[in-house]
Nanobody, 124 residues
């Protein structure tokens, strides 16, 4: 399967910013929609943002609109999530995911490949 690796998580204070990255090993994201999901302790995995292949169409959950930006650099085979004005409720493990179709969805079970996650902790 496609191997995805997230990076860029960390411990920050409310109002700070982080930029998450997700890279694929061994192959490109050609034809794949990409998404970010997160899972807080004791909670279900939830949709955060997604982007179509090759890019240009983006989608966000309401709670991150205006604060987060998803983007992709197909030449670098890398997906990004710029997170600004972080809030304590953003604390979660963030996962990148790839879907073997160009149009993304908000449903985690419709994505085919997943990274291991990167921890984002936002203190108040």
């Amino acid at each position: 399967q496609v191997q995805l690796v997230e990076s860029g998580g960390g411990l920050v204070q409310a109002g700070d910013s982080l930029r998450l990255s997700c890279t694929a090993s061994g192959r490109t994201f050609s034809g794949y929609a990409m998404g970010w999901f997160r899972q807080a302790p004791g909670k279900e995995r939830e949709f955060v943002a997604a982007i179509s292949w090759p890019g240009g169409s983006t989608y966000y959950t309401d709670s991150v609109k205006g604060r987060f930006t998803i983007s992709r650099d197909n030449a670098k085979n890398t997906l990004y999530l710029q997170m600004n004005n972080l809030k304590p409720e953003d604390t979660a493990v963030y996962y990148c995911a790839a879907r073997s179709l160009p149009q993304p969805t908000t449903r985690h079970y419709q994505y085919d490949y997943w990274g291991q996650g990167t921890q984002v902790t936002v203190s108040s």
